[in-house]
């Protein structure tokens, strides 16, 4: 059963508009949410992320918004640039006995164009 | 420079002939753990390990062994690799206990099991 889950696997943006990515998850005992990105021949780096209490956080271009009820949280990026051509992963902390685990999600990759 | 650090970074190999895939970090953290990326299906964690001695089975650990007799090292053991280990690998670590548990990736290991 997948607990991170990002359902769309690709997306397509213009260069200079904004690129929405999506996450949803299912286990509420998740309290800290990340965003990775990844380029090709690259491992992922740490872009973003957001503690269960808060609803945003924004870091220049990049902003995460968290909806607990809903269990969903979206990246924002804005305005999108073809240096953020990228697959992107959704990860989501769990507390167990003192240390964090991570589960991803299966990654969006994202194609912003000139 | 903060860093973690496998090898090799490519790999092709044989089915049955036991390999084994190295990572090491310069961060004094105490987890550590592997994934593997494959298309479709993000990243998924093979084995973790809390702290020197303490290690424990991911989501997919079978056909996959680790140790973690030092802390900066964690090596991952393919005893005999199948076909279906061709995959992208990851290593990982990150601080036991943190505000922000940011997980640094090391490049990444390509295995073609052949």
């Known amino acids: 059963d997948q607990q991170v889950k990002q359902n769309s696997p690709s997306l397509s943006v213009q260069e200079g508009r904004i690129s929405i990515l999506n996450c949803d998850y299912t286990n509420s005992m998740f309290d800290y949410f990340l965003w990775y990105k990844k380029y090709p021949a690259e491992g992922p780096t740490f872009l973003i992320s957001i503690s269960s209490i808060k609803d945003k956080n924004e870091d220049g271009r990049f902003t995460v918004f968290l909806n607990k009820s809903a269990k969903h949280l979206s990246l924002h990026i804005v305005p999108s640039q073809p240096g953020d051509s990228a697959v992107y992963f959704c990860a989501a902390r769990a507390m167990n006995s003192g240390y964090s685990t991570l589960t991803f999600g299966k990654g969006t990759m994202l194609l912003v164009s000139p | 420079e903060a860093q973690v650090t496998q090898n090799p970074r490519y790999l092709i190999t044989v089915t049955g002939k036991k390999l084994t895939v190295t990572c090491s970090q310069n961060?004094?953290?105490?987890?550590m753990s592997w994934y593997r990326q494959d298309p479709g299906l993000g990243l998924r964690q093979i084995y973790y390990s809390m702290n020197v001695e303490v290690t424990d089975k991911g989501d997919v650990p079978e056909g996959y062994k680790v140790s973690r007799k030092e802390k900066r090292n964690f090596p991952l053991i393919l005893e005999s690799p199948s076909p279906n280990q061709t995959s992208l690998y990851f290593c990982?670590?990150?601080?036991?206990?943190?505000?922000?548990?940011?997980?640094?990736f090391g490049q990444g290991t390509r295995l073609t099991v052949v």
């Open positions: 961060m004094n953290h105490e987890y």
């Open positions: 990982a670590s990150s601080l036991r206990r943190a505000t922000n548990t940011e997980a640094f």
